[in-house]
């Protein structure tokens, strides 16, 4: 994987903080004694992917530039109950008050690779692309997306601003598939690809003769779904979405369909059991070596 961007995700990081820590940890403050150092170690307890390591880290960093780390383990890799992540080292006070932000973020994201990594192997043996959608908690879409990707995933689209995606309300207001189409061409550089969302071999027809790049077939089943592929013969790539189960995704892959994009990566997710435990505590006044 490659590393995250800190120019987006310090300000992302450091909104997360204000919200959780406030006026400051009273419960932390009161009880643990500020010249207190000491170590927390980050373990999976569940089975899973990894994704966000940096971002716990950086959350760590940017809270208290005094903490040290040792990190085991890269996003992307397959955990196991006990598996140990990462280690903090610093003041405890710091650990402490890090340590619900740090989580919240390696569960979410860790929680989003393991489920694109879940759809990317049931259907590897296709050659079709599992991809995300726009359908993010606001504000964590580009986390979000980064998780995608630790899992195996492709991204689609990341804004509104990088590429075109024709669906039915601009159909409608655009008077039909070839007028939308036609419209977008006139609007948008030549180096931006123009996807059209359509629900019929009727429309699946029109988008082609209009010089679609992309058609996504929304709610077709798969063997509408085989009729278009044979039609198309390779000329746009084809998209599938529309609510798709883990359970379906194996029959929509042997259509020969080359894109399934699923909103629940990023709109669903189930977090992965992550913690952290206090592993040792200096006296006051002593220091890590």
């Known amino acids: 994987m490659s590393s995250i961007n800190p120019w987006l995700v310090d300000d992302i990081i450091r909104r997360a903080l204000a919200e959780d820590v406030g006026y400051g940890d009273l419960t932390t403050n009161g009880t643990v004694p500020?010249?207190?150092?000491?170590?927390?170690?980050?373990?999976?307890?569940?089975?899973?992917?990894?994704?966000?390591?940096?971002v716990a880290v950086r959350t760590f960093q940017i809270l208290d530039p005094n903490l040290r780390f040792e990190v085991f383990c890269r996003?992307?890799?397959?955990?196991?109950?006990?598996?140990?992540?990462?280690?903090?080292?610093g003041p405890v006070r710091s650990i402490l008050t890090g340590e619900r932000v740090a989580l919240n973020f390696l569960q979410y994201l860790s929680g989003i690779a393991t489920r694109t990594a879940s759809c990317v192997e049931l259907v590897r043996e296709y050659g079709v692309h599992i991809v995300d959608t726009r359908k993010t908690a606001p504000g964590l879409r580009y986390l979000s997306k980064y998780a995608v990707r630790a899992g195996g995933g492709q991204n689609h689209r990341f804004g509104l601003g990088d590429g075109v995606l024709i669906k039915d309300n601009h159909i409608a207001a655009a008077g039909g598939i070839k007028e939308a189409i036609k419209a977008c061409r006139q609007s948008v550089p030549h180096t931006v690809k123009v996807e059209v969302e359509v629900e019929s071999m009727e429309q699946v027809r029109e988008a082609v003769d209009a010089g679609a790049d992309i058609i996504l077939l929304d709610n077709m089943a798969p063997p509408a779904m085989r009729e278009?592929?044979?039609?198309?013969?390779?000329?746009?790539?084809?998209e599938a979405s529309g609510k798709l189960t883990e359970e379906a995704l194996v029959e929509v892959a042997k259509t020969g369909i080359d894109l399934i994009?699923?909103?629940?990566?990023?709109?669903?997710?189930?977090?992965?059991?992550?913690?952290?435990d206090l592993n040792q505590a200096k006296a006051p006044g002593d220091k890590w070596q």
């Open 261 to 276: 994009s699923i909103g629940a990566l990023t709109h669903s997710v189930t977090a992965l059991d992550i913690s952290l």
């Open 34 to 54: 500020g010249d207190l150092h000491g170590s927390g170690v980050i373990h999976a307890k569940a089975f899973g992917v990894l994704a966000g390591v940096e």
């Open 75 to 89: 996003d992307g890799e397959r955990l196991i109950p006990g598996t140990v992540i990462a280690r903090v080292l």
């Open 228 to 238: 278009a592929v044979a039609y198309v013969s390779g000329r746009v790539l084809l």
